[in-house]
């Protein structure tokens, strides 16, 4: 148990913003409420005896359908529920599934920076090393969005070894935001086949799409869909966090591994709860192309608040950086050349600023956010320092109490306080 | 030779072809290797065969009947709370649901549990046990198995790197064996199992698929060599309500020395009749029990906070009406109670002999007297109990599982003429299985 290293920063943060007093950021979920036909569902699903009791082990068979016929339609290509699709808990569980099922003792992941920390300790925990590449910020921009990330071709291309098993992709990007273009996912998929490695593509996010954007399947492109596994999650879709739900969907050949991890660590997810989303899957399969559709209308609402986010970071005298995709905007705080000194504890003079930083807002604040840094590997400290990410999928009443804690606490003459 | 030039350039031409469709599959190994070996499993190949044939299902251990009417109330309760409901909670356990843990179970284990270091909350007492071979067992490590066992649990040990030493329940010598009590451990061919290597035991009380509930002597003897050679103790009791006779649910961590050392595991699934809501627990020292955790935060991280939410209220409801007429833990043995006669009863009308489980959700019987032409050459490699399992789904519609899958692969062919049945269910199924069981002896008697 000697891999886990920084997944133990955000676990700590957690619970130093679990003081009630503290008003969070930081955790990625909403406190908007879920859609109430998905609640609706899963309180008719426990009023049916069957669906209070176990079910297939690698998906209950409306829910992998429900998937097969959703996905079906996005890759343009057939799914087989029973041998294509693995339910999981959560995104999380898929991701834990495919490193267990997949990686090993030996192998080479790469890993592109930030990242969401669990990969990490995952594919360590796997015995395999984990190969950072970090996305580069393109110089001499005045506002920056999530776009203005990009991964060098060259840098990529000499992080693949004869050890390297897996790359590990996530788009839209936690926590930057970036979605991969046509072009960078096929830039992968090129060394990908070269180097026969597979690809593991969490894609969490992916009706996160904001306006303008387009979120593409590494897996649909050719050569591709027989070594990729992609990962999705009810939880992100249906703003339902804590159902942690979620799916893997690959080629036979693969996904008959992940299977074997499920059956030999929790064997069957919850009845009711793939009811429920199995339910609400196929409510929204026919509201495709409509308003209602709640893949995209989901997308629309968040927009907005993300645009109000901008704003709100903007006038307390930071600067956003627009996410193309997903709930999370990073915010560079340098801006307020906010002085840390007295956040200096004995044992950890090298701290990252963004940690120091936060530290200090949720002592002096009571705010909390989490530092940028988490999501980064050593070496790429000094790049990611300045930004703490914020989570705007919140209803209007909690933006609207960010925007009077930033006015109270952050501003000009802040650092006289 | 024009014809085999002519072969032979049709043969390079169909190796580039295949080696061009190849190129974007795989060449090398994919799968990592602690897959190997622990891919086969009993549930899904059995589950599915029931399904086929629609068989009158006693096989898998799940209740056919509703959970009870406040389980399900504090479900939909739940559901329609606030946002919190439906989003994230605590990751080792929602709060509300480690606190009535903690004090439902500290009374019982006679120890001040605390909710936040002493409890873990998993996706059923599966995935529990998962965390504790990954956090506990290491390459090397020697893990001693009771058998017959829970299936699940050698591919646990070897998944960690362990190695399983197997010590199986016998049936006393002399006496008819008619009640799992019959069933012992011996003393010394458990001691002589122990090696330096040796880090811990798994024991099941009350048993699946026997139905044995150790008695106080039996775990003072384990707990004994427990604390002599310093070892762990995984006490599976996801069944510790349902004992029967009298028989008493005894917990080895109330022993004393084993708190300390002992991980028990339960499940909310079994104690409230809703295996499908996959709620479970560890419970233990802390110093042992964080490094459950640790495992659970790089594997699932959280556990859906809906079903937590009601099972805690589950234990609130159990919590005030403990040892009263109106308490669950008392009901559902109860009318378990009836259910298992009457299942003995049909088994014995057609001249077969169940071993009365003292406690759990199964009953197994000697199905060695009866001769079956089985006619099918595919299984005629497999163990003798599960070539009657499947002809018996096939043939007659009856589901059941075979005993021998819950044995080491050193020991199951002493113990193929046994199969297991699950009595959790209406009387309806009962009846059900009755007739087939009827019928089936009528056609044995008239040839």
Redesign the interface.
């Given at each position: 148990?000697n891999?886990?290293h920084k997944?133990v920063c955000r676990?700590a943060f957690t619970s130093l913003a679990a003081d009630p007093s503290v008003v969070n950021l930081g955790?990625g979920?909403?406190?908007?409420?879920?859609p109430s036909y998905v609640?609706e569902a899963?309180?008719k699903a426990?009023?049916v005896?069957?669906?209070?009791?176990?079910?297939?082990?690698f998906g209950h068979p409306p829910l992998v359908k429900a998937l097969s016929q959703v996905y079906g339609h996005v890759y343009g290509r057939p799914i087989d529920p029973f041998k294509e699709v693995l339910v999981t808990?959560?995104g999380?569980?898929s991701l834990?599934s495919t490193m267990?099922?997949?990686?090993?003792e030996g192998d080479e992941v790469i890993i592109i920076e930030p990242f969401f920390d669990?990969y990490v300790?995952?594919v360590r925990?796997?015995g395999a090393k984990p190969v950072f590449i970090p996305l580069r910020l393109k110089s001499g921009k005045k506002s920056i969005t999530s776009a203005d990330w990009y991964l060098d071709p060259d840098e990529l291309s000499s992080k693949f070894t004869s050890k390297t098993k897996a790359i590990i992709i996530n788009t839209p990007n936690n926590p930057i935001g970036k979605i991969l273009t046509r072009d960078e996912l096929q830039m992968i998929a090129d060394l990908c086949?070269k180097h026969?490695t597979?690809c593991f593509s969490d894609e969490v996010y992916e009706w996160l799409i904001y306006r303008g954007q387009q979120h593409v399947k590494i897996a649909t492109l050719?050569?591709m869909w027989?070594?990729t596994i992609t990962i999705g999650s009810a939880g992100k879709t249906f703003?339902?966090?804590?159902?942690?739900?979620g799916w893997s969907i690959g080629p036979q050949?693969?996904i008959?591994?992940l299977q074997?991890?499920m059956?030999?660590?929790?064997?069957?997810?919850?009845?009711?709860?793939q009811e429920a989303v199995a339910q609400g899957l196929m409510l929204n399969m026919e509201l495709i192309g409509q308003p209602e559709c709640y893949f995209t209308s989901l997308a629309e609402e968040l927009e907005g608040k993300r645009d109000r986010m901008a704003a709100i970071v903007q006038e307390a005298g930071m600067t956003p950086v627009i996410p193309e995709g997903g709930y999370f905007m990073l915010v560079d705080v340098s801006a307020l050349n906010q002085d840390l000194s007295d956040m200096k504890t004995d044992d950890d003079d090298d701290e990252a600023y963004d940690y120091k930083f936060v530290k200090w807002m949720i002592k002096k604040k009571k705010l909390a956010a989490i530092p940028v840094t988490a999501f980064v590997s050593d070496q790429s400290t000094k790049d990611f320092e300045k930004y703490i990410r914020l989570c705007f999928i919140k209803v209007s009443n909690t933006l609207m109490l960010i925007k009077s804690y930033f006015k109270q606490c952050l501003n000009a003459s802040f650092h006289t306080v | 030779m024009g014809i085999l030039n002519h072969l032979a350039a049709q043969l390079a031409l169909i190796r580039k072809i295949s080696i061009r469709n190849h190129q974007t599959t795989m060449s090398r190994r994919i799968h990592a290797r602690r897959t190997e070996g622990v891919d086969k499993n009993v549930w899904v190949e059995f589950t599915q065969l029931a399904a086929e044939y629609k068989a009158v299902n006693l096989g898998q251990g799940f209740p056919d009947f509703s959970p009870p009417q406040f389980i399900t109330e504090a479900f939909c309760k739940a559901v329609s709370g606030g946002p919190p409901m439906h989003q994230y909670t605590r990751a080792f356990g929602h709060p509300a649901l480690v606190q009535s843990l903690a004090k439902f179970f500290s009374r019982i284990v006679g120890h001040d549990i605390d909710p936040f270091e002493d409890i873990l909350v998993t996706v059923g007492a599966y995935q529990a046990l998962f965390c504790a071979f990954q956090a506990l067992i290491d390459e090397g490590d020697e893990v001693i198995i009771v058998e017959p066992f829970f299936d699940c649990y050698q591919p646990m040990v070897v998944m960690a790197g362990g190695k399983a030493v197997y010590v199986p329940l016998r049936p006393k010598e002399g006496t008819a064996v008619l009640s799992s009590g019959d069933w012992v451990l011996s003393a010394e061919e458990l001691a002589s199992k122990i090696t330096p290597h040796t880090k811990a035991i798994v024991i099941n009380t009350p048993n699946n698929p026997l139905g044995k509930v150790y008695k106080r002597e039996e775990l003072q003897m384990i707990a004994d060599l427990c604390i002599k050679h310093d070892l762990l103790c995984f006490s599976d009791e996801v069944y510790e309500w349902l004992t029967y006779d009298g028989a008493k649910h005894v917990k080895i961590a109330s022993l004393p020395g084993m708190w300390e050392r002992t991980v028990t595991i339960g499940s909310g699934g079994k104690t409230f009749s809703a295996t499908g809501w996959k709620v479970g627990w560890a419970m233990g020292s802390g110093h042992i029990l964080k490094y459950m955790k640790t495992i659970h935060q790089n594997s699932i991280y959280h556990c859906a906070t809906a079903a937590q939410e009601a099972v805690a209220q589950g234990f609130e409801r159990e919590h005030e009406l403990f040892g009263t007429p109106q308490s669950y833990f008392q009901q559902l043995p109860a009318m378990l109670h009836h259910r298992r006669e009457k299942l003995a009863s049909s088994l014995k009308g057609v001249g077969l002999q169940p071993i009365m489980p003292e406690g759990g959700y199964f009953m197994i019987t000697d199905i060695s007297s009866i001769a079956v032409d089985f006619k099918d050459s595919d299984t005629k490699d497999e163990n003798y109990d599960f070539r009657f399992v499947k002809w018996l789904i096939k043939e007659k519609g009856l589901a059941t599982i075979p005993v021998s899958a819950f044995y080491s692969p050193e020991h199951s062919k002493e113990f193929d003429k046994y199969i297991r049945f699950c009595f959790v269910k209406e009387n309806s199924t009962l009846d059900a299985a009755e007739e087939i069981l009827k019928k089936w002896s009528q056609n044995e008697s008239s040839h």
């Open positions: 148990t891999f886990n997944n676990v955790q979920f909403p406190d908007i409420p879920p609640k899963l309180a426990v009023s005896d069957r669906m209070n009791q176990y079910t297939r082990g808990v959560g999380y569980g834990f267990q099922g997949l990686v090993e669990c300790p995952m925990m796997a086949i026969d597979l050719p050569g027989e070594r703003s339902v966090t804590g159902w942690k739900l050949h693969l008959r591994h074997t991890v059956q030999n660590t929790l064997y069957t997810c919850p009845t009711p709860l | -």
